[in-house]
């Protein structure tokens, strides 16, 4: 199981870096995605990246704004969140992916899920 840390509550145009890391296995080994859910919303793909960091994705609701990177001495994956918006207030999880049946931004392909971290933004 995988342990998101970071979350935090901010002004609209603030910045937060949301990590993940994982007591047990090697994340380096695997692509970790990030996603979020709001309340009474789905949860939704934000950002992945590979096992090596050189593959990235991002949600078009928020790229230019959050980019996701690995830390390869603290052996975390980490996601920093700029330029936040009220919208961006939710839930945000890490987990692995663990099947290639389908795309890298489908919730299905990811197991191990973190607890989750929450991100608020607000005034």
């Known amino acids: 199981r995988l342990v998101e840390s970071g979350g935090g509550s901010v002004l609209p145009g603030g910045s937060l870096r949301l990590s993940c890391a994982a007591p047990v296995l090697r994340l380096d080994s695997y692509t970790v995605g990030w996603f979020r859910q709001a309340p009474g919303q789905q949860r939704e793909f934000v950002a992945s990246i590979n096992w090596s960091g050189s593959s990235t994705e991002y949600a078009d609701s928020v790229k230019g704004r959050f980019n996701v990177y690995r830390d390869n001495v603290e052996k975390t994956v980490l996601l920093q969140m700029d330029n936040l918006k009220p919208e961006d207030t939710a839930t945000y999880y890490c987990?692995?992916?663990?099947?290639?049946?389908?795309?890298?931004?489908?919730?299905?392909?990811?197991?191990?899920w973190g607890q989750g971290t929450q991100v608020t933004v607000a005034t």
């Open positions: 987990a692995i992916r663990r099947t290639y049946r389908s795309s890298v931004v489908e919730e299905s392909e990811y197991g191990d």
